[in-house]
């Protein structure tokens, strides 16, 4: 079964919290301290491997979690760190922040990797904070907040050229020709209810391209009808589009040509941008010789004829598509450093916060609240079980200048200000 689209949730590791201890032994007097430091929490990897093909295993397993980092003991014994967590999605996946239009990373090579959930840091124990200044430090810090997102997995195949035309027009039938794909067909529209890879090996018994039969489109496709939708986007990859059409007498050959042509341009991702190769099927029935010169008449080109009862013209065409594929360069799906375009948006889950440190509000009459990614971070790793771990913290928020900020926003004496869950009162 394929399954090409999957919303997982990822959560990584805490960072453990450092330690605050002082060595107590007999004969050692004056020990000082030797609290350890925390360890790092595992991170959430996403990794790319060929010989992976669905995204069946994450159908039903929708949580990938790292574990915690351990916690800094005395006698200077740190915390373990945790090990990161490595899931497997196939060759072609794409990475989303579920509510994002933009991938945070394409993973279309064998072993790209992406981290998509940062482990939280470990914290520093209080031996860490001892200098010639402060000998007997009481305080430590406490481990980071791993991350918690929703990430969308979605597959878009590998192929370097792809079958399509409406149903029933023998694109299964030519896929089983060429390779060993082994595709079920039948006399009836919609037997292909998923993409189909199969490796071409020309006549040198050298070259290869691989090959991909979508299941067939109709008219409206890339607005949701039939089956077209869901498999449209795995033609984005492609970089030659051989286009069926049937020359049983059943349908109007040009007009299967046109619609097709329309969804593909309406489908909005260069689709019609793909060099492409017409192909007239099923040329062993009565009259397709003539079918095909009307065709070709209304065309204003010569397409190839092919019989998949004689194998006439199979090979014809497969030599053109891979001296196509060889000549044309690869689509990108997405163009980095081009975001107002759609380019894809260069991400790292280790890169550090850009925004502001914080920001100030004053949600009703004599309180103050003080925000910020980075600020509440900071105010996260403190250990504030000692008044030193307290000054700390005033100190740090002193250097931030935030008094002249709570002054310049009207704060006055016995006004309250409130940051996370620590609160004290303003002085001026």
Known sequence: MLIDRTVVEVRSGHGGNGAISFLREKNVPKGGPDGGNGGNGGSVYFIAKKNINTLLAYRHSRLIAAEDGGKGDKKMRFGASASDVYAEVPCGTLVYVE??????????????????????????????????????????????????????????????????????????????????????????????????????????????????????????????????????????????????????????????????????RDYGAGLENRPMIVVCSKMDVEGAEERKKEFDK?????????????????????????ELVQKTPEFPLYVPGEEEEGGIKVYDAHLESKGPVYTISHPSDHLFVISGEEVEARYSRMNLSSDQGVAKLIAYLNSLGIDAALREKGAKDGDEVRLCDFVFEYTD
């Open 99 to 264: 509510g994002e239009s933009r991938p945070i990373a394409d993973l279309k090579n064998d072993g790209d990797k992406v981290c998509a959930a940062k482990g939280g840091r470990g914290g520093r124990g209080n031996a860490a904070f001892k200098t010639s200044r402060n000998r007997v430090p009481k305080i430590a810090e406490n481990g980071e907040s791993g991350e918690k997102k929703r990430i969308v997995l979605e597959l878009k195949l590998l192929a370097d050229a792809a079958l399509v035309g409406f149903p029933s027009v023998g694109k299964s039938t030519l896929l089983n020709i060429v390779s060993r794909a082994n595709v079920p067909t039948a006399d009836y529209e919609f037997t292909t209810l998923a993409p189909n890879l199969g490796v071409v090996t020309l006549e040198d018994g050298i070259n290869q391209f691989v090959l991909a039969d979508m299941p067939g489109l109709i008219e409206g496709a890339h607005e949701g009808k039939g089956l077209g939708i869901a498999f449209l986007r795995h033609i984005e990859r492609c970089r030659v589009l051989i286009h069926v059409v049937s020359m049983d007498g059943t349908r109007d050959p040009y007009h299967d040509y046109e619609v097709i042509n329309a969804e593909l």
């Open 298 to 322: 209304k065309l204003g080109f010569e397409s190839y004829g092919v019989s998949a009862l004689t194998d006439d013209g199979v090979a014809l065409v497969m030599k053109k598509a891979f």
